[in-house]
């Protein structure tokens, strides 16, 4: 994690990481002003916040009760050495919590990290550099040894040579990688997650047999997703991006709408229009992509190669952006290790929803066939000796594709996560299987996983397939594990060179009757993207017409510019808002593609309390107090939101009645709520203050620094790709 650090007056001290800013200073004895606490101060509290939190962790996923639970740190000091301390850390346990709980607890604490960090002994590297934004060097932990050469199934060059490469790549382009975990919960299974330092929300997980494969599953993961574009999916990439000379792409092409909203002549062909406008109810309109919203400008298409005879089609960037996310993309030593990747993660997804929508019950593995993998087998008895007993299928359906399975069941919980891992050999799809299943992923976090159902519908339904697409976490039929196979289990193998797996993959696709569309990007590396329109969608055809991301273009500019619009222009917003049957509770974040600060009002807003901020700024209070009472009564906001929307409420209610006087109440109300809050109330009531916690921005997005920071990530990868096409 990158921190800077601001000199502020006298000895105050500003740290900014991530959203958060932290204040330190030092006590008037020291010349301070007392007016925070000290940086020593922050770090002794930081063991004792971080032994209550595995303390809390501990007892959530065993539903105890943390009442009556207190926890106290002292520190004791050596009077010879200062720099000798004890960390002595009590524990106060009701005696209703069971002596196993109690030891269960204690043990908790010792997985603290801080307390593992300083242990451990942290090294301390201090370096002078020229300018601390453009020193790019990645902060890996992990450097590539290129006096060793370490070569794994599916990769054309040795690992050490790959995490050079890649990272050059990402330091050329002026990113600063870091690495904000590791996780190693079990042998052979290694996950780490990276991100820009300059902008958090850029960031990938990795998986692998070992840490430098894992940290090339993560970079790979990283090139691919800026390449593609992914980082910035469905986000508004602000004026300047949007008036360029292209937003997405330089071999981007634009067309305009036909008569009546029709589509254009020119994007796609006969086979995709066929998926996508079966019934000639999609319009032009609905492909206007989101990240620019140049309505004037028409339908940003991407150019993509048609697999089966080499022509060029046109995909709308709106219509990818909405049905695909992260499915098909990859990064690779060279373009057919790309291909093999993408389409492992086509067939890994498809065959997966598959299984899980018409309840497939698949075949065992036999424990000859898993005993030709050791280190898989001790990742496996590892996980079992801690409790979770695992199941190995193979998914290929009768050796039709290249999928295999691994599912956890949680006997504690009575929850079940089935991985899926492909590619075109066997033991890397099992090996992808397993170390997917711990992804990121702690022993106490797989007591969050759902439990099976008999219920069809609720595996079937799409929201179950995107939240199996996005973590795995969906919920499975119980019949998946009935010992009655709906299969026989085949040793497949459809392995060779990258390039004889990319063309054996590709023959899957024909033989289904499917086609392929290749997109390939190399401003960075070799990266790719392939759609197979009808197979490797992640969200029904439908959302292009009934819940498309370009809603976001009906409510963008109003909502940035709201401190500044008249009181016709709100009530035209809040008319559209109120028409539109948009679920009350969708953040706005999601709705119009900004990403403010979440520790802050803009960043935890939803429809329902803009409505509600809305109405009273137009005085129209009845309709105000109505919306109050449903935030209140569904409300998952923070403690001092519930409370500020409570006073509301409550003033509401007494101006509304003809027989009250707000001026009766308000001495006790400022008890309860405090003054300055009631003041904000009140003048939110009266009319006197409008919006109260939104901090005014506009389409320059001033003062969101958290989006600004992600579009000067994107800016970094749009030169890169301008400077390409002008030299070619």
């Known amino acids: 994690m990158e921190i800077k650090v601001n000199f502020l007056d006298n000895l105050r001290l500003e740290a900014k990481f991530d959203d958060f800013t932290v204040i330190a200073d030092q006590p008037i004895r020291y010349k301070g002003d007392g007016s925070a606490p000290s940086p020593f101060d922050y770090f002794l509290a930081s063991s004792a916040l971080c032994a209550a939190y595995f303390v809390k962790v501990y007892c959530n996923s065993r539903e105890?009760?943390?009442?009556?639970?207190?926890?106290?740190?002292?520190?004791?000091?050596?009077?010879?050495?200062?720099?000798?301390?004890?960390?002595?850390?009590?524990?106060?346990?009701?005696?209703?919590?069971?002596?196993?709980?109690?030891?269960?607890?204690?043990?908790?604490?010792?997985?603290?990290?801080?307390?593992?960090?300083?242990?451990?002994?942290?090294?301390?590297?201090?370096?002078?550099?020229d300018n601390i934004d453009k020193d790019a060097q990645a902060m890996l932990m992990v450097e590539a040894d290129l006096d060793h050469s370490t070569y794994i199934l599916g990769k054309d060059l040795?690992?050490?040579?790959?995490?050079?490469?890649?990272?050059?790549m990402l330091a050329d382009l002026g990113m600063k990688i870091e690495v904000a975990s590791w996780r190693n919960i079990v042998p052979h299974v290694w996950s780490l997650h990276i991100r820009d330092a300059a902008s958090p929300a850029c960031f990938t997980n990795g998986k692998g047999s070992t840490k430098e494969s894992a940290l090339c599953s993560a970079l790979g993961e990283f090139i691919e997703r800026l390449s593609c574009n992914f980082f910035y999916n469905d986000q508004y990439l602000g004026e300047e991006i949007a008036y360029s000379d292209f937003v997405h792409y330089p071999n981007e092409k634009w067309f305009q709408a036909g008569a009546d909203d029709a589509l254009p002549e020119g994007i796609l062909d006969d086979y995709c229009l066929e998926i996508y406008n079966p019934d000639g109810e999609l319009q032009a309109s609905h492909l206007i992509d989101t990240n620019s919203g140049r309505v004037d400008r028409g339908v940003c298409s991407i150019p993509y190669t048609r697999h089966s005879d080499g022509e060029t089609v046109y995909f709308p960037q709106n219509l990818i952006e909405n049905l695909f996310l992260s499915n098909g993309m990859s990064a690779g030593n060279n373009l057919n290790e790309a291909k093999v990747q993408c389409l492992s993660e086509i067939f890994e997804r498809a065959i997966k929803r598959q299984i899980i929508e018409q309840e497939i019950v698949l075949p065992d593995v036999p424990q000859e066939v898993l005993a030709k993998y050791p280190d898989i087998v001790e990742g496996i008895e590892k996980l079992e000796e801690q409790g979770f007993p695992i199941v190995i299928k193979d998914a290929s359906l009768g050796g039709q594709f290249p999928v295999m399975c691994v599912t956890l069941m949680n006997p504690r919980t009575g929850g079940v996560f089935?991985?899926?891992?492909?590619?075109?050999?066997?033991?890397?799809?099992?090996?992808?299987?397993?170390?997917?299943?711990l992804q990121g992923r702690s022993f106490e976090g797989l007591n969050d996983v759902q439990k099976p159902t008999f219920n069809s519908m609720a595996v079937s339904e799409p929201e179950n397939y995107v939240e199996h697409f996005i973590d795995s976490s969906g919920v499975i039929s119980w019949r998946f594990f009935s010992?009655?196979?709906?299969?026989?289990?085949?040793?497949?193998?459809?392995?060779?060179?990258?390039?004889?797996?990319?063309?054996?993959?590709?023959g899957i696709l024909k033989a289904l009757g499917k086609e392929a569309y290749i997109a390939e990007f190399t401003e960075i590396g070799s990266a790719c993207r392939i759609l197979v329109p009808?197979?490797?969608?992640?969200?029904?055809?439908?959302?292009?017409?009934?819940?498309?991301?370009?809603?976001?273009?009906?409510?963008?500019?109003?909502?940035?510019?709201?401190?500044?619009?008249?009181?016709?222009?709100?009530?035209?917003?809040?008319?559209?808002?109120?028409?539109?049957?948009?679920?009350?509770?969708?953040?706005?974040?999601?709705?119009?593609?900004?990403?403010?600060?979440?520790?802050?009002?803009?960043?935890?807003?939803?429809?329902?309390?803009?409505?509600?901020?809305?109405?009273?700024?137009?005085?129209?209070?009845?309709?105000?107090?109505e919306l109050v009472g449903d935030f209140l009564q569904y409300n998952d906001n923070t403690v001092e939101r519930g409370l500020f929307y409570q006073a509301v409420s409550a003033v509401l209610e007494v101006t509304l009645d003809e027989e009250l006087e707000l001026a009766d109440f308000i001495h006790n109300f400022s008890r309860m709520f405090g003054k300055d809050t009631m003041e904000n109330v009140v003048g939110l009531v009266t009319g006197e203050v409008r919006f109260h916690g939104l901090t005014p921005t506009n389409m320059k997005l001033e003062g969101l620094d958290k989006h600004l920071r992600l579009l000067e990530s994107y800016k970094k990868i749009h030169k890169a790709r301008a400077d390409l096409f002008n030299k070619g």
């Open 483 to 506: 010992a009655k196979a709906d299969y026989d289990f085949v040793e497949w193998d459809f392995s060779g060179t990258n390039e004889e797996e990319s063309k054996a993959l590709f």
């Open 158 to 168: 040795p690992l050490e040579q790959t995490i050079q490469n890649m990272t050059a």
């Open 418 to 437: 089935a991985s899926f891992g492909a590619h075109p050999s066997l033991e890397v799809a099992l090996e992808r299987s397993l170390t997917e299943l």
């Open 534 to 625: 009808d197979f490797s969608e992640v969200y029904p055809v439908e959302d292009l017409i009934w819940d498309n991301t370009n809603k976001a273009l009906q409510y963008r500019e109003d909502i940035l510019n709201l401190h500044s619009l008249s009181d016709d222009a709100l009530a035209a917003l809040v008319e559209r808002l109120e028409e539109s049957q948009l679920d009350n509770y969708i953040d706005i974040i999601t709705l119009i593609g900004v990403e403010f600060d979440e520790n802050t009002v803009w960043g935890q807003l939803t429809i329902l309390e803009l409505k509600i901020l809305i109405y009273l700024a137009l005085g129209e209070l009845e309709e105000a107090n």
């Open 64 to 129: 105890i009760s943390t009442d009556g639970i207190r926890i106290s740190q002292n520190n004791i000091i050596d009077p010879e050495d200062r720099y000798n301390q004890i960390f002595k850390i009590q524990v106060e346990l009701p005696e209703s919590i069971s002596d196993k709980d109690r030891l269960g607890i204690l043990r908790s604490i010792e997985r603290c990290t801080v307390k593992r960090v300083v242990q451990t002994g942290p090294e301390f590297q201090i370096d002078p550099v």
